[in-house]
């Protein structure tokens, strides 16, 4: 009987110790290496869809030096994402907008051409309209998460290098846009899947605009708690070379709406 009960502690104390196991490695490893996927998509009605890319959490150098940038993308700094997301693949369209706003703001008039003449308020409504209608969280890019995801690993002016020779196979600017937006996904991806974050509309971000960046590393950064513009990123389809690059700044008053104004989204992971 002894024995017995013996065994009977050891498979009890087995079985704790392996739901341990099996909590510590749900912790560990969580969703991000386990459950999630690299792409995802949400339906807003009406067949119309918006698809996101997984951006896993790393390291990255933000800004540029002086001799490559303005002044306003020095210091150069380490920044971590240490959380994963997904990005909008796309910039929102004007269908997207249609399907969710009941109207269409926009200077050039498209169903797949990114939506214009949008300011940060109404992005903002827009954002809370998208999840109420699908009971997900989403927000604007940070400033940090936008730069991370469209330098994808790279350390170059663009994700394809430093030559601008190369970059209207990426973008619509300045030089082949034809002084319009073009529809949406038309240029090639960046090396993590992303269309459109050079060129065709600048994309608002969440932070508030500060020049220059904090001093020193940072983990996650969300800008400055107050100011007077919100940033904005990518370049639109009138700027020349130099205004359409990963580390460029913007930035204009929330309020703001030209017909080289668009956005994305960040959805958020649960």
């Not at 933000?62 to 993308?73: A, N, P, Q, R, T």
């Not at 997301?85 to 797949?112: C, D, I, R």
Request: charged content about 20%.
């Amino acid at each position: 009987m002894k024995m017995n009960s013996n065994l009977t502690i050891i498979a009890v104390v087995l079985g704790i110790a392996s739901v341990g196991l099996l909590y510590n490695y749900n912790q560990t490893f969580g969703r991000t290496a386990v459950n999630l996927s690299k792409t995802d998509s949400i339906d807003l009605g009406h067949g119309v869809t918006m698809e996101f890319v997984q951006i896993h959490p790393g390291s990255f150098t933000m800004g540029s030096s002086l001799h490559v940038g303005e002044g306003d993308e020095a210091l150069e700094h380490k920044v971590s994402i240490t959380k994963p997301f997904y990005l909008g693949k796309y910039e929102v369209t004007q269908e997207q907008w249609g399907a969710l706003m009941g109207n269409n703001p926009s200077h050039f008039k498209g169903e797949q051409l990114p939506v214009d003449s949008v300011s940060w308020d109404e992005a903002q409504l827009f954002v809370t309209k998208l999840q109420e209608k699908t009971g997900r969280r989403f927000t604007l890019p940070t400033e940090a998460q936008w730069e991370y995801a469209a330098r994808a690993g790279t350390t170059t002016k663009w994700d394809f290098g430093d030559s601008e020779s190369m970059l209207g196979g990426y973008a619509w600017f300045g030089e082949n846009s034809g002084e319009a937006t073009h529809p949406a996904g038309q240029k090639k991806p960046n090396a993590w899947g992303l269309y459109d974050m050079y060129g065709n509309v600048q994309e608002w971000c969440n932070d508030w605009y500060a020049s220059p960046y904090p001093q020193g590393d940072a983990s996650d950064p969300q800008g400055p708690n107050s100011g007077e513009s919100r940033v904005l990123r990518g370049g639109a389809w009138g700027d020349d070379f130099t205004m359409v690059r990963s580390s460029y700044r913007n930035a204009a008053g929330t309020d703001a709406k030209t017909a080289g104004i668009g956005f994305r989204v960040v959805m958020m992971v649960e």
